[in-house]
């Protein structure tokens, strides 16, 4: 298969389809579930199909090796070129990882106007048009109302969409009657876009919380296949 | 006569470039006396700081090399390593490092932590080197002791405790008070040499209860002895230099001394809190590597009865041949014994055996554990091991860098030419981050090192101390050649006008290949090609590869196949075929949509986090790709891949944009398809040049 039909048809059209036709510059999305579920398999098979389109991401990460954060990045790239037999892997990988950025921070504290700092930096100084910013392991649950309205700043000024993952502590996490995990209950207005990830059966299945004006619970067809880690139809 | 080993220390003196610790080092001497009288590093008397011993350090002065020079101050002997405070010559601080037992990190009271301090505190941290502070300067406007001493823990993350305390500042600065006695030191007479200790003037008295009381607040839970007396408030001198001492040894603590070298204050201070808090060899384990047994590590035992185990640390060319700088870890080198090493596998008598004070040398007839002499005459390069007959162990290797940067040398004249292979022959083994080598494509001879800085001193080192004029090239990069595409080929060669003919025919063709440099298949059936002459063919396929027709560097990643052909009963040779090779390739090339390939750099910047925008918008103009950024608070790193190209003069710039706070390595990674626009310029520059040359 060549990258251009790959764009076209593949899983992450369907994810974008169910939330309106995708987050959108100067949005904020969140993926919710408990620890362990695959959310940096997800944000990062998100990432990738941006890049495979040709745009500019910067993932930002807290605590976790920037090692590991890479090998997340091949292993997603090598399934899916296997899985979509894609031609001119090696030219296409060589290509994309030039639009991708990592930034870690791994000092206890971090505020969240250190990170903005680096990200400006990147994107100024650093010449990075980025597109959509990829923020694993912040914790948005308990950000303060302030620090939340730098980051919608920062998505509106700069024109690009924040995607964040969003751990729920606990073996049985609490969502109220909207499907609303409760530690984001007070967080929600902020969000443009909240989908949670939960075990159904065997797989892992995404629904749509809140999409965009729309608060109607969505499911949204897809899965996340277990061997690959990549999000697959249902 | 034996010496105390418990009265032996051996220590560096490491710091940023202008805290003034050549001064420093120049001050300990005169006040150990063994020297006479006091040179300023910039002198106005041109006789320069003892321990600068190279002309061109007096000249830029800065301490390039490090010597060691012994000195005795009250009964105990320091070997002082005088460690170099320049980026470009880091593996010199590693190297002293190595060695040494413990550290004083001077620190200058204006600038505070300064860039370099921190790389050198990292270092010195990978080598479990305990350290003391020296705070320097403090006659200088803007001096502020405590504020550095702040830095020391934010930047540098030190356990710092003052004992001392400053008498005034700036042009008041008279001396410090002693926070362990509790008593004033004044430095008095021309030069300092002369000590006054009275009680502690009535207006700093306060200031001075209040620290001691937060200097015996950090100590005291190194010690539980001192934890009781300040219980029971039977506090005494010998209890707090024994908390500091094991803090010290620990690396759990700093105590933090101050002064001014340059107006001789707090240096003796210095001295007694050098012998008081830092370890004798004794206290600090080595290891060494058993070369029999699987490289098993083995702890030395610092004692006269096991086998002699010295690691030569340091070479100097003097005027009587060479000199190697030994530590013994174990056992006594006699002069006149018998030593191995363990990486040349040659044996050698111990000739000369000296201690050096800079200069001077005093020859001396024993070596003991722990002690750092210098051997005459020795065959061998610096980090080799010598051990006693019988003991085959290496020390722990030093961690080497790789080169980064190559240019190439030409001697002016034949004289300088025969200077120049002394020279190289020397540096290489001074120095195991210089190489050198002779291009086999250029003839052109190479030197490589770590950093443009670097191979240009070794470049005035070559003029100056041999006499060695040379021409240098510009920096250069290996490029490569490659196609992009998969041609056919089908080519005669053909010369059949009169005497002997050649003929040949060669068909088939040529495609990228990703792995390797090159491969030849051949598909020939039905002897189309006799197989007497397949091998003509790829022997000529192989010879084109070795200059590419773009900009003369040779092609990689090429795969040849063979399929058709044809050949002449009579004229038809290995040379025909050869040459039919030559041209198919040749043609084909061409075709092949060729491009040229240049090495990308693996680079890693570290540096503090406030100038994290300058170092992503430089690498960003050096059409550099960044692969991702660590942020540890107030220090951050970058690593990223930048064409070697670009990577001339990074050093100087990085320097500037970041006020010398940053550093960076870098490793070959891959070789990169260069850009369009850059790839016609080179093309355009290697006509010109061909063209220059054949019109000659």
Request: proline share 3%.
């Amino acid at each position: 298969m060549v990258r251009a039909e790959l764009n076209k048809r593949g899983p992450l059209r369907v994810f974008e389809k169910s939330i309106n036709g995708g987050l959108g510059k100067g949005h904020i999305g969140v993926l919710a579930s408990k620890k362990g579920v695959g959310k940096t398999a997800c944000l990062v098979h998100i990432a990738t199909d941006k890049l495979f389109r040709g745009r500019h991401v910067i993932h930002v990460s807290f605590s976790q090796k920037v090692d590991h954060i890479i090998s997340w990045y091949e292993d997603i790239f090598k399934e899916i070129a296997k899985k979509r037999d894609l031609e001119d892997a090696i030219d296409i990988h060589d290509e994309i990882i030039k639009n991708r950025v990592i930034m870690n921070f791994n000092s206890q504290g971090t505020t969240i106007d250190q990170v903005l700092v680096s990200l400006r930096a990147m994107m100024t100084e650093g010449n990075f048009p980025a597109d959509s910013v990829i923020f694993d392991g912040y914790k948005l649950s308990e950000a303060s109302p302030d620090d939340m309205n730098k980051l919608k700043t920062l998505a509106s000024d700069a024109d690009i969409e924040l995607w964040f993952s969003v751990s729920l502590n606990g073996e049985n996490p609490t969502f109220n009657e909207k499907g609303i995990p409760t530690v984001l209950e007070d967080r929600v207005k902020d969000l443009d876009v909240l989908i949670t990830l939960k075990f159904e059966g065997d797989y892992v299945h995404f629904q749509v919380i809140k999409d965009h004006e729309n608060m109607e619970l969505k499911d949204m067809s897809l899965k996340l296949d277990p061997k690959t880690m990549l999000i697959a139809r249902e | 006569m034996k010496t105390d080993i418990s009265k032996m220390r051996n220590i560096g003196i490491s710091a940023h470039i202008d805290s003034g610790k050549t001064t420093l080092t120049e001050r300990i001497l005169f006040y150990c006396k063994r020297i006479h009288s006091i040179h300023e590093v910039r002198g106005k008397d041109g006789v320069g700081a003892t321990m600068d011993s190279m002309e061109l350090e007096k000249e830029r002065g800065i301490t390039i090399a490090s010597a060691a020079t012994s000195v005795n101050w009250k009964g105990y002997d320091i070997n002082i390593i005088d460690t170099p405070g320049h980026v470009d010559f880091t593996i010199e601080v590693e190297r002293a490092l190595r060695v040494l037992d413990g550290a004083v990190l001077v620190l200058c009271s204006v600038a505070g932590v300064q860039s370099q301090s921190i790389t050198v505190d990292r270092q010195m941290k990978r080598y479990n080197v305990p350290r003391i502070a020296f705070i320097n300067k403090c006659d200088r406007t803007g001096a502020d002791p405590l504020k550095v001493k702040d830095q020391l823990v934010e930047k540098l993350g030190h356990n710092a405790v003052m004992i001392q305390l400053p008498i005034g500042l700036e042009d008041k600065h008279e001396g410090i008070i002693d926070l362990v006695t509790m008593k004033a030191v004044y430095f008095r007479g021309p030069d300092g040499e002369d000590i006054e200790i009275t009680d502690i003037p009535t207006d700093l008295l306060d200031e001075a209860e209040g620290k001691r009381e937060e200097m015996l607040d950090s100590i005291s839970m190194f010690s539980d002895e001192l934890m009781e007396a300040i219980m029971e408030e039977s506090v005494t001198e010998d209890l707090i230099h024994d908390a500091l001492r094991k803090g010290t040894l620990s690396q759990g603590l700093t105590p933090v001394c101050l002064g001014s070298a340059y107006k001789n204050k707090g240096v003796q201070a210095l001295l007694d809190a050098t012998t008081k808090y830092l370890p004798n060899p004794t206290e600090i384990e080595n290891i060494a590597l058993d070369l029999d047994n699987d490289e098993n590590e083995i702890i030395l035992e610092s004692v006269e009865s096991k086998p002699n185990v010295a690691l030569a640390f340091k070479l100097e060319d003097g005027q009587y041949g060479q000199l190697t700088y030994i530590r013994v870890y174990q056992g006594s080198i006699k002069k006149g014994s018998e030593l191995y090493n363990t990486r040349s596998r040659k044996k050698f008598k111990v000739g000369r055996l000296i201690k050096m004070h800079s200069d001077h040398m005093e020859d001396i007839i024993e070596a003991e554990h722990g002690d750092i002499a210098a051997l005459f005459g020795v065959e061998c390069a610096s980090g080799d091991t010598f051990v006693q007959t019988g003991l085959n162990y290496s020390m722990t290797s030093m961690f080497v860098p790789a080169p980064v940067i190559s240019l190439s040398i030409a001697p002016k004249d034949k004289k300088a030419a025969d200077n120049m292979a002394k020279a190289l022959n020397r540096f290489t083994k001074e120095d195991p981050t210089f190489r050198t080598f002779v291009d086999k494509e250029s003839n052109q001879t190479i030197i490589q090192g770590m950093g443009e800085l670097h191979l240009e001193v070794y470049v005035e080192r070559m003029k100056r101390e041999y006499a060695a004029e040379v021409e240098i090239g510009k920096p250069q990069v290996a490029y490569r050649e490659a196609i992009s595409k998969m041609v056919d080929f089908n080519y005669t060669h053909k010369k059949q006008t009169g005497g002997s003919g050649q003929f040949g025919r060669v068909a088939g063709f040529l495609e990228p290949l990703t792995e390797g440099d090159y491969e030849f298949v051949s598909k020939i059936k039905g002897g189309s090609i006799p197989t007497e002459y397949i091998p003509a063919c790829n022997k000529g396929f192989k010879s084109s590869l070795t200059k590419g027709s773009l900009i003369g560097f040779p092609i990689v990643g090429v795969k040849v196949t063979i399929n058709d052909g044809q050949s002449h009963a009579v004229d038809s040779s290995d040379m025909a075929f050869q040459s039919a090779a030559m041209g198919a390739f040749r043609d084909a090339y061409a075709r092949a949509k060729p491009v040229i390939l240049e090495p990308i750099m693996r680079v890693s910047i570290e540096g503090p986090t406030e100038f994290q925008g300058n170092v992503f918008g430089s690498i960003n103009q050096r059409r550099g790709i960044i692969i991702s950024s660590a942020d540890e608070g107030t220090f951050s790193s970058v690593d990223a891949e930048v064409p070697l190209s670009e990577m001339f003069g990074f050093s100087t710039t990085l320097r500037s944009l970041t006020q010398g706070k940053a550093e960076f390595s870098m490793e070959f990674l891959k070789y990169g398809k260069v850009p369009k626009g850059i790839s016609d310029e080179l093309i355009t520059e290697y006509e010109e040049k061909r063209r220059k040359e054949s019109g000659k």
